[in-house]
């Protein structure tokens, strides 16, 4: 089942009129940009149609101005503060006339605060819906058209009404309107559209959610590391405190005090250990901030952060102090001795042995799931796309631009400053209209598919680079093929339609034959499966796609074109957008997945280094007697060496072995939710082992190598 966030228009008046329990209802649109002018100040912006409610479901604070009733008119404007700024140089504006491009001329109603950069809906102005209704004759239309799914509903709900409610009231609205519909719907919560952004069998599931769950998973098995370390070196320690714990039993110390010794030991060095912490997020934070792109904060004034770190630290003393403060004090002084005698148990060796591969296994699968995240964004990049991006640019959509299209496209071409023109529906790196209306011979009323719909101008597949595998594409000549549909691959695949040109396609209660169809486009996600789509011949508003020729500079031809649209447009500021960046944008996400979990990889295997430094000292020190000994009986520097380092070589090699399996079933997992994946490359766990090895050899042989060249008569002396 597919899910997708678009409904159509009539689902809000039966929202409205029909259910009890919804307190309000907002109809807006995807978001579009507009020329704001206000005298000789013009600047373009993004703006949103919406109803006269939305500015009461959503809690956007008001700088100035009234919101009851901000959009209750046509003629009304309601901007951000910057935008407001921009085109005043003020923000108390309530009243001030800004036009819409060079004809619509609206009154300013209110002005709201700057929208936050990590809200969800983001946008500089909105503007009525019974605006768009006045200047677009065919959206009247669309109040009564079940089949176009292309509008943002929001609702509210009166209070103490549940939304299970307001589902079960409309499990079949869409069937009934569309005549046989498999079309469910459901509403998805304002608290869960950041985090809670994907969706399997119409239910709202992790999404980004996953993210921040693995990374306070990966966050947690870092700081296991460093517990582990100080497990490791504490024991250690209190090896040689054996004697300490004794005399303070015999002179009458309590286990008790003991513990309290050992815990606030352990306490003062977390509590330092946090305070180090916070100055070093503190430092870091602005490059955070860079790498996540959004404004951070430390929650320093909230109980929640306190509560958390208090949890997070006591934890970590009881973990990290736990082994002497209840282990070594429930023994009497007298066992305390015998055991600082004995011979370490093999338990405590094997124990501390678990322990340090541990360490390994997560320092291994952070490095292995670094290479894969690489590796995948890699791949993804390296798709063919199925159309040329190079030097493709999209010039937003005006009404003189569009007016004045075919002059300028002969001039473009004319000047020699474009390889091909055409224009589009839709920008090439999306599809922002769908429908599930649309029938083919043999389809059942259960059988639907939402099919992606973009209208084209002429030369648009060749522009694009996008082969024609079947039939013809569009005629030139005006009043030819308005009916006529080309569709991609995806589409014929998914109908099983086995001789496409030629069907007959039914949409709305009227006839599309094909003509032809196209090689599939990578238009979306590059990781998701490519959307069936058709195209068709209109001219409906849309971005200016030209292909810049290779001449000259870039820069050169973008100047010329400014030129060149500032002649058929005076009034809108040139703007314009590059394809392979558009493209590029796509893989932001999973670049910033792979660039945390490198830091993770390399903190984690930073700390692993630090601990086997530190068992490398113990064990040196430890064997110092031994060592000085065996040379003295012949044994070489390479001998000694091997003696104190291949015990940690062969704990890698085992962190290693049961890293891969434990790395390669969850790494898995995470590729299958790409369509277009890589095979897990296992060279991955190779070179984690490898790099492994390598840091943890330099971190042992400088101890071991230092142990080896000390002149044993002198380590014998001072023992």
């Known amino acids: 089942m597919e899910t997708y966030p678009d409904l159509p228009m009539p689902m809000a008046e039966v929202l409205r009129n029909e259910t009890p329990g919804v307190k309000a209802v907002a109809v807006a649109d995807w978001g579009f940009d507009q020329t704001l002018v206000n005298e000789e100040v013009r600047i373009r912006k993004s703006g949103n149609y919406v109803e006269a409610d939305f500015l009461n479901i959503f809690t956007f604070p008001a700088l100035h101005g009234s919101l009851k009733d901000a959009l209750a008119e046509p003629n009304q404007i309601v901007l951000t503060a910057a935008t407001a700024e921009a085109l005043f140089g003020k923000t108390d504006v309530v009243g001030k006339q800004v036009n819409l491009g060079k004809q619509t001329s609206l009154q300013v109603s209110a002005v709201l605060e700057n929208v936050p950069n990590q809200s969800t809906l983001q946008f500089d102005f909105l503007l009525p ?109 209190t090896e040689k405190r054996h004697k ?20 606030g030991e352990s306490g003062v060095l977390i509590g330092l250990a946090f305070v180090t912490a916070i100055i070093i ?31 997070l630290s006591s934890f970590c003393v009881f973990v990290a102090g736990g082994y002497p403060a209840f282990f070594l004090t429930r023994f009497s002084a007298r066992e305390i001795m015998q055991r600082g005698q004995a011979k370490i148990s093999s338990s405590q060796i094997w124990g501390r042995r678990t322990l340090v591969v541990t360490q390994f296994v997560v320092s291994i699968a952070l490095i292995a799931a670094s290479l894969v995240v690489y590796k995948q964004v890699q791949y993804g990049q390296s798709l063919d796309i199925g159309y040329d991006k190079t ?97 991609n691959e995806a589409l014929v695949r998914r109908m099983g339609l086995e001789d496409p040109v030629g069907t007959v396609l039914q949409w709305d209660g009227n006839p599309h034959p094909i003509v032809g169809v196209v090689e599939d486009a990578i238009m979306e996600s590059p990781f998701d499966p490519i959307r069936p789509s058709v195209f068709l011949k209109r001219n409906w508003r849309g971005p200016i796609l030209v292909r810049l020729t290779d001449s000259q500079p870039i820069t050169t031809s973008l100047d010329q074109l400014e030129e060149l649209t500032a002649q058929h447009d005076p009034i809108t500021p040139f703007s314009y957008s590059f394809v392979e960046e558009a493209y590029a944008q796509k ?21 692993s280094a630090l601990g086997l430094l530190g068992l490398a000292m113990y064990l040196v020190e430890r064997k110092s007697k031994e060592v000085s000994i065996r040379k003295i009986l012949g044994a070489t ?25 434990l790395g390669a079933y969850f790494l898995d997992q995470w590729l299958n939710t790409f369509t277009y994946r890589i095979d897990l490359p296992w060279l991955a766990f190779a070179l984690s082992i490898g790099l492994t090895l390598a840091i943890a050899l330099v971190t042992v042989s400088a101890q071991s190598l230092k142990a080896a060249l000390v002149n044993p008569a002198d380590r014998l002396r001072d023992e």
């Open 587 to 607: 893989f932001s996400t999973t670049n910033f997945l792979g660039t945390v979990m490198l830091v993770f990889a390399a903190l984690a295997v930073l700390l």
């Open 281 to 311: 997020l503190v430092a870091s934070l602005p490059a955070f901030k860079y790498l996540v792109e959004s404004p951070l904060r430390l929650p320093l004034d909230t109980i929640t952060f306190w509560g958390t770190s208090v949890a």
């Open 637 to 661: 520097i390479q001998q000694i060496w091997l003696l104190l380092s291949r015990e940690f070589m062969l704990l890698i090699l085992i962190g290693g072995l049961v890293a891969v399996p």
């Open 129 to 237: 819906y019974s605006l768009k209704m006045q200047l677009e004759s065919w959206m009247a239309k669309e109040r009564q058209n079940w089949g176009s799914y292309s509008y943002q509903i929001f609702f509210e709900l009166e209070e103490g009404t549940k939304v299970e409610s307001v589902l079960a009231q409309h499990e079949t609205p869409l069937e009934e309107h569309k005549g046989g519909s498999a079309t469910i719907f459901q509403v998805h919560a304002l608290s869960d559209w950041h985090l809670y952004n994907e969706f399997e069998n119409g239910q709202a599931v992790k999404g980004r959610m996953r993210n921040v769950q693995l990374f306070g998973i990966i966050g947690l098995l870092v700081l296991l590391i460093a517990c582990i370390n100080f497990i490791n070196l504490a024991t250690a320690r």
């Open 244 to 263: 300490e714990v004794a005399v303070r039993k015999t002179i009458g110390a309590t286990t008790g005090r003991l513990t309290a010794q050992f815990l």
């Open 391 to 487: 030097r493709l640019i999209n010039i937003p959509y005006t009404p003189d631009l569009s007016k004045n299209y075919a002059t300028l496209k002969q001039q473009l071409l004319a000047n020699g400053l474009a390889e091909s023109v055409t224009r589009t529906s839709t920008l090439v790196t999306e599809v922002s209209s769908t429908t599930s209306g649309i029938r083919w011979p043999g389809s059942t009323e259960n059988d639907q598919v939402d099919v992606g719909f973009i209208g084209i101008g002429a030369n648009y597949f060749s522009t694009l680079g996008l082969d024609i595998l079947e039939g013809r594409t569009f005629r030139t000549e005006p009043d030819t093929d308005m009916e006529a549909m080309v569709v």
